[in-house]
């Protein structure tokens, strides 16, 4: 019963946001000064966190989920490759990021918080974070949601389609499981899920997590615990936690090595990757 309550509270939340997005398509709609201003203000706020990157590495919720490797190497202040369209990039989903919100809001979402900085003290080290919305559904039950900005390939194969949150759990190496159970966790509320909007098309998709939550949030919560203490201790000397993969080719069904050797997956996607190739790479 509850399943199919949850069920329609996300196909409503979903409506809202499609009827609002059609109508303002069809010029039916009014934006109030007000909302103008609060969406200039996160562009504002979003061009100032861009422009003026923090270097020293802090323990955050939004990170914690990530490869513990590019954490010590980022913490001890290793060099990372840095692109220069990423600032771009970053910008875009900032931006993509603050409109879907403006979009929420004037849909009629019953958003409860935004932007809410929130704190965890996980084995004596306190861990926050910025969540981006707690919103309230027609049942009065409040839940926090992400907001996320993706690429064309990551909306069709990682949120929506076959993917969704078990998919996502799989494969995880921006940790944003954790990330939104360690804000559940903090403001004592379920983790509902994200919402996604696909950066080309425009289109909009509510992802959900799980209605039954507990065993997950606790696995998770262990998970962080482990990590924190692996990032606090100051003696511990750095290790490659991958091993090389064999490149392999399918021939009538059957694997086949090519003798080469590939980088493990997570190293694919490291800014470490081209800076520290000697120190990462493993035999
Ligand atoms: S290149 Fe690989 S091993 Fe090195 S920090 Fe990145 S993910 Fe970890």
């Known amino acids: 019963m ?3 309550v949850w069920q329609t509270i996300l196909m409503l939340l979903q409506f809202k946001i499609q009827d609002y997005m059609e109508r303002a398509s069809r010029g ?4 109030p000064p007000e909302a103008v201003l609060n969406f200039a203000k996160s562009c504002k706020d979003a061009v100032t966190v861009q422009l003026n990157k923090e270097k020293s590495y802090k323990i955050r919720m939004s990170g914690l989920g990530r490869p513990v490797c590019q954490q010590l190497l980022e913490k001890r202040g290793i060099e990372q490759e840095t692109k220069y369209n990423l600032l771009f990039t970053f910008l875009f989903g900032d931006i993509v990021e603050s409109i879907a919100v403006l979009v929420l809001e004037q849909a009629g979402v019953d958003i409860v918080a935004k932007q809410k900085a929130v704190k965890l003290t996980i084995d004596g080290t306190d861990v926050s974070g910025t969540l981006d919305l707690i919103i309230r559904d027609e049942f009065g039950q409040e839940k926090v949601w992400d907001v996320k900005s993706a690429s ?31 804000y559940g966790e903090a403001t004592g ?3 509902g899920g994200w919402i996604v909007i696909n950066k080309s098309s ?10 039954w ?3 997950d949030r606790k696995e998770y919560l262990a998970d962080a615990k482990k990590r924190i203490k692996i990032l606090t ?3 511990l000397e750095f290790k490659v936690p991958f091993k090389d993969v064999f490149e392999t080719y399918k021939e009538d069904g059957q ?24 120190r990462c790479s493993v035999a």
Request: charged share 25%; glycine share 8%; net charge negative.
């Open 2 to 4: 509850q399943t199919i």
């Open 28 to 31: 039916e709609v009014t934006l």
């Open 152 to 182: 064309e390939w990551a909306f069709k194969f990682k949120y929506t389609g076959y993917g969704g949150y078990e998919k996502i759990k799989e494969d995880d190496p921006f940790g944003y499981i954790m990330q939104g159970h360690l």
């Open 189 to 191: 509320l379920p983790f």
């Open 202 to 211: 425009g289109e909009v998709a509510v992802v959900e997590a799980p209605e």
């Open 213 to 215: 939550q507990a065993d």
């Open 233 to 235: 201790d100051e003696s």
């Open 255 to 278: 694997e086949v090595r090519t003798g080469n050797k590939l980088l493990p997956k997570p190293c694919t996607m490291c800014s470490f990757q081209s800076t520290l190739l000697e």
